[in-house]
């Protein structure tokens, strides 16, 4: 299996290849085996808890710019209502335990955990989880509520705080001086938020991990009744560096000198950051560790880790891109619903429109489905246009959607393009 193409290989291929290839993988599938809970979602929980635990002297080295990068770390959820989205966040609880666990209301409560004061020993590592993405909007959406933009910063290790003239309310929390990880339960059709952010990047700063699993193994009934989950046993950490093998060099490299050049997608970064922090966490969990300078405990991304990494980075790209559909659907199912409630009905070309734009082109889409199957000559949009005595505008968008849908497909021709129904 290659370590870059991984796009061919199918989610349980990948799956299989990641759970058998270390022995505290192969725990998290048998865990999740007996909780009745999918393998990744399981995962996802015990790798952020995990990350938790690592002490913010433990950065990513300053493989491009001139300043080291944080390990805080994020993890979504993603599982319709009743899909067991707190589950795994529970089995990660009590797999790795976490040093402090907080839900922070505000991007002003977030700063006043790890608020240093003078002669007071400050908290460095916490985790924070939201069972469901509403509470968390909820609380971004309320007036003045700084919340979406702290968290953004703490996934970047930046400073936390404000300066007021009240004392009181002045909080200082230093550049990478703390750990921060957060699970959130995200329900696609409530995820619109999250993905609204995404021209700042946001849904990239996320592992994303499904709930469900149609393949997953189920233990029988009296093994679930015997079994007794175990404490996950890591190595204590207290300093010590990360270091990465070239290949993830390389293409950190080339990714910021493509994004220098203005070749790449600004938004790419933080998924690649996402790989980096997303590596160190299994490197952590599968014990790749090494004695550092003065008894500090090195974490060592190999090359066998950071292939791993691009899995789970394969997995989660995936997820990320059907919760995005499914929260699609939903609003279209909504918005006919709410037309349908609305009773709107619109006249065009003589004959009763439908509900909604949605099912004004599938309508649109089926008429011109049919004749591209029916037709024995061949077809352009401009065919598809006089044919139905619509403009091109009108019978572009339409054809682009079959195309999207995998329905019809371009043969090109000279300066022309057919248009041809995909078989089988």
Not at 99 to 122: Q, W
Not at 373 to 401: G, L, M, Y
Request: hydrophobic content about 35%; overall charge negative; proline content about 4%.
């Amino acid at each position: 299996m290659s370590a870059e193409g991984f796009a061919e290989y199918s989610d349980e291929d990948l799956k299989s290849v990641f759970f058998d290839s270390a022995d505290i993988l192969k725990q998290i599938r048998e865990d999740a085996r007996m909780g009745m809970i999918a393998p990744w979602s399981l995962f996802g929980s015990v790798l952020t808890f995990a990350m938790a635990n690592i002490p913010p002297e433990y950065q990513i080295p300053r493989i491009v710019g001139t300043t080291p990068g944080s390990l805080n770390f994020f993890a979504a959820q993603v599982g319709d209502p009743g899909g067991g989205k707190g589950l795994a966040d529970n089995a990660g609880r009590l797999l790795l335990g976490c040093p402090m666990e907080i839900h922070p209301a505000s991007g002003e409560g977030l700063a006043r955990v790890f608020h240093v004061e003078e002669d007071k020993e400050p908290n460095r590592q916490a985790i924070a989880t939201f069972p469901e993405v509403k509470s968390l909007i909820a609380t971004a959406t309320r007036g003045g509520s700084t919340i979406m933009s702290q968290l953004t910063k703490a996934w970047s290790g930046e400073a936390l705080g404000q300066q007021t003239s009240d004392r009181s309310r002045t909080y200082n929390v230093p550049w990478l001086g703390y750990r921060f990880c957060m699970t959130v339960g995200v329900q696609p059709e409530a995820a619109g938020p999250i993905f609204a952010q995404e021209g700042t990047g946001l849904p990239q700063r996320f592992l994303w991990v499904h709930t469900e699993d149609e393949h997953a193994e189920i233990a029988p009934r009296a093994d679930r009744q015997r079994y007794r989950p175990q404490r996950y046993e890591l190595a204590g950490l207290t300093t010590g560096q990360v270091s990465y093998p070239d290949v993830a060099w390389e293409i950190a490299e080339s990714a910021r000198r493509a994004r220098l050049l203005r070749e790449t997608h600004r938004i790419d970064g933080h998924a690649l950051m996402t790989r980096l922090k997303l590596a160190a966490g299994i490197a952590y969990l599968t014990g790749q560790t090494s004695n550092g300078l003065a008894d500090s405990v090195d974490l060592d991304v190999t090359g066998s880790v950071w292939d791993l990494s691009g899995i789970a980075m394969e997995i989660s790209n995936r997820t990320r891109a059907r919760c995005r559909a499914d929260m699609s659907r939903y609003a279209a199912v909504q918005e006919r619903e709410t037309g349908i409630r609305r009773g709107n009905v619109l006249a065009h070309q003589g004959e009763s429109q439908r509900n909604t734009e949605a099912e004004i082109l599938e309508s649109k889409k089926d008429k011109v489905l049919s004749f591209i199957k029916d037709t024995s000559e061949k077809v352009t949009i401009r065919d598809i246009a006089r044919k139905f005595h619509w403009t091109t505008k009108v019978s572009a968008p339409v054809c682009q959607s079959l195309l999207e849908d995998g329905l019809i497909e371009e043969q090109p021709a000279g300066r022309t393009s057919y248009l041809v129904q995909v078989q089988g």
